[in-house]
């Protein structure tokens, strides 16, 4: 299994500081280096294929947790 260039910056972020959640706006910012244009379909669709790719049951995601209406993240006990 491997990452896209997106996935990967965006578990980067996630991964910074785990468990705190990042906005729409973060992540989008973070992944794609330019300012937010309210792509939130975007980091959703991103997020989609990484829980893909990570999780083993992605539907009830372990560890990428969303914060409805906020963001996403990272779950780590």
Same mark, same amino acid.
Request: aromatic fraction near 14%; glycine fraction near 2%; charge should be positive.
């Given at each position: 299994?491997?990452? #896209?260039r997106l996935e990967? !910056?965006?578990?980067?972020?996630?991964?910074? &500081?785990?468990?705190?959640?990042?906005?729409?706006?973060? &992540?989008?910012e973070y992944v794609?280096? #330019?300012?937010?244009?309210?792509?939130?379909?975007?980091?959703?669709?991103?997020?989609?294929?990484?829980?893909?790719?990570?999780?083993?049951n992605p539907l009830?995601?372990?560890? &990428?947790?969303? #914060?409805?209406?906020?963001?996403? !993240?990272?779950? &780590?006990?």
């Amino acid at each position: 299994m491997s990452l #896209t260039r997106l996935e990967y !910056r965006a578990m980067e972020q996630l991964n910074s &500081i785990p468990n705190q959640t990042f906005t729409y706006k973060e &992540i989008y910012e973070y992944v794609w280096q #330019t300012s937010f244009k309210a792509d939130n379909y975007r980091v959703s669709n991103t997020i989609f294929h990484l829980r893909n790719k990570i999780e083993s049951n992605p539907l009830k995601a372990q560890w &990428i947790k969303t #914060t409805r209406s906020k963001g996403y !993240r990272l779950n &780590i006990k």
